[in-house]
Nanobody, 121 residues
Framework: QVHLVESGGGLVQPGGSLRLSCSAS????????MGWYAQAPGKQRELLAT???????NYADSAKDRFTISRDYAKKTVSLQMNMLKPEDTAIYFC???????????????WGQGTQVTVSS
């Protein structure tokens, strides 16, 4: 099993910044991908950013130019630096990990419990 714990959420004013962190533990294979999703009130969970085991990053349009994902492969952590936050960024932010034992295996996905980010004056 894999356990993900997020931290760093909170209340921030519009235009401010927050840094979310996520630590993974448990049965983690050598190749694993991590990322961040957000779920705003009344909306579906949506992808913000992912980073592969090799360091390739992808961003949703809503996260480009404002958010930066990074990871420490050895420590099995992933972070999301969020700048120029807007009220519409208010959501629960979830850490995500995807892995498979080998190329013949299917992927398993894991989620953290989420951390609340509220952008309001």
């Amino acid at each position: 099993q894999v356990h993900l714990v997020e931290s760093g959420g909170g209340l921030v004013q519009p235009g401010g910044s927050l840094r979310l962190s996520c630590s993974a533990s448990g049965n983690i294979f050598n190749v694993f991908h991590m990322g961040w999703y957000a779920q705003a009130p009344g909306k579906q969970r949506e992808l913000l950013a992912t980073i592969s085991s090799g360091g390739t990053v992808n961003y949703a349009d809503s996260a480009k130019d404002r958010f930066t994902i990074s990871r420490d492969y050895a420590k099995k952590t992933v972070s999301l630096q969020m700048n120029m936050l807007k009220p519409e960024d208010t959501a629960i932010y979830f850490c995500y990990l995807k892995q498979r034992r080998n190329v013949l295996s299917s992927y398993s996905e894991y989620w953290g419990q989420g951390t609340q980010v509220t952008v309001s004056s």
